[in-house]
């Protein structure tokens, strides 16, 4: 069954970076266009950026300059580099493919201290 396993989270100061890792297994990897998706406390699971399988991507405005997805069709996993980290990125963090077919993983959180 396909499975994504989130690592790289932690907690950081505003202004700090963090770098968040993606294994995929059980699917085409390469095949698809992949997603990081984030969930903030009380609000909907949101598409921060995603990338398709030769590396056009693509980001949400909240995060454009900040933030690169990146692949490694090789290895079946996706990144998300994360710089100039606010305390507005505080959120559990997801990836999937882009349109989510398949179940979540569990997720790596992410806060930010102001």
């Known amino acids: 069954q396909v499975q994504f396993v989130e690592s790289g989270g932690g907690l950081v100061q505003a202004g700090g970076s963090l770098r968040l890792s993606c294994a995929a297994s059980?699917?085409?990897?390469?095949?698809?266009?992949m997603g990081w998706f984030r969930q903030a406390p009380g609000k909907q699971r949101e598409l921060v950026a995603h990338i398709n399988s030769v590396g056009n991507t693509n980001y949400a405005d909240s995060v454009k300059g900040r933030f690169t997805i990146s692949r490694d069709n090789a290895k079946n996993t996706v990144y998300l580099q994360m710089i100039s980290l606010k305390s507005e990125d505080t959120a559990v963090y997801y990836c999937n493919t882009h349109y989510s077919n398949y179940p979540w993983g569990q997720g790596t959180q992410v806060t930010v201290s102001s």
């Open positions: 059980g699917m085409a990897f390469a095949n698809y266009r």
